[in-house]
Nanobody
Framework: QVQLVESGGGLVKPGGSLRLSCAAS????????MGWYRRAPGKQQREFVA????????NYEDDVKGRFTITRDNAKNTTSLQMNSLKPGDTAVYYC???????????????WGKGTLVTVSS
């Protein structure tokens, strides 16, 4: 069984910073892409925020480029999202995502954390 656990959410004022972290645990053979998604209040769909491959190649949603930075530690099976210059529009529940193979030869499967709330408000 694989678990993703996020931490680091909270209340921050506009212009402030927060760092989210996600740790994967359980039976893990290999982790391919890791990423962050978010669901804003009143919206049903989660939207893509950022992702990082096992080689360190990153991708960002246009609105967060230059403000958010995603990193990962392959040895620890963790990923982090440094969020700077936060805006009220960044308010959302942030979810960690990882594509994980649990054994040699197995297809990778999408796993999700339960989410952590980020509120940007004065």
């Amino acid at each position: 069984q694989v678990q993703l656990v996020e931490s680091g959410g909270g209340l921050v004022k506009p212009g402030g910073s927060l760092r989210l972290s996600c740790a994967a645990s359980g039976t893990i053979f290999n982790i391919f892409n890791m990423g962050w998604y978010r669901r804003a209040p009143g919206k049903q769909q989660r939207e893509f925020v950022a992702s990082i491959t096992s080689y360190g190649t990153t991708n960002y949603e246009d609105d967060v480029k230059g403000r958010f930075t995603i990193t990962r530690d392959n040895a620890k099976n963790t990923t982090s999202l440094q969020m700077n210059s936060l805006k009220p529009g960044d308010t959302a529940v942030y979810y960690c995502n990882a594509e994980i193979a649990t054994r040699l030869g197995a297809w990778d499967v999408d796993y999700w954390g339960k989410g952590t709330l980020v509120t940007v408000s004065s």
